[in-house]
């Protein structure tokens, strides 16, 4: 099987403010350059690149902690495949202590070509609520 599916290594979870290279809070999309395969079609006709799967990994863990179909999305005019990070990770509660990274795989016929990793990013929510308050004089 062939391992060198191109893909780009292009990958960026965004919010509201952040970077490609710094950490990303409550991200918000998920956008990456589709492989340089995406369009390619074998000598049989099949497409090189059948779907795509969006890996999040816990910082430092080798195997992914969730694995998402994407399906083949069309890329955008600029040539940036983008989704809404909800639609991509559904209902995954993400920790607020925990840092993840994420990579996008492309599937055929022929192997697997993955992304190198994203930028890192995570869940941060508001502290705690206090303990009852009381008034007294």
Request: net charge neutral.
């Amino acid at each position: 099987m062939r391992k060198n599916l191109a893909l780009a290594g292009l990958f960026v979870l965004v919010s509201t403010v952040g970077s490609a290279q710094t950490y990303v809070a409550n991200p918000s999309k998920v956008e990456f350059i589709p492989s340089a395969d995406h369009s390619v079609t074998l000598p049989d006709g099949s497409p090189m690149v059948t779907y795509y799967e969006f890996r999040i990994y816990i910082e430092g863990a080798a195997a992914p902690m969730q694995v998402t179909n994407l399906g083949k999305p069309a890329p955008g005019t600029d040539g940036v495949v983008r989704a809404e990070i909800l639609t991509v990770i559904g209902s995954l509660p993400l920790s607020p202590t925990t840092q993840y990274r994420a990579t996008v795989a492309a599937i055929g016929p022929t192997g697997v070509g993955e992304s190198t990793p994203s930028n890192p990013f995570g869940h941060v929510s508001g502290p705690k609520t206090p303990g009852s308050v009381s008034v007294k004089q």
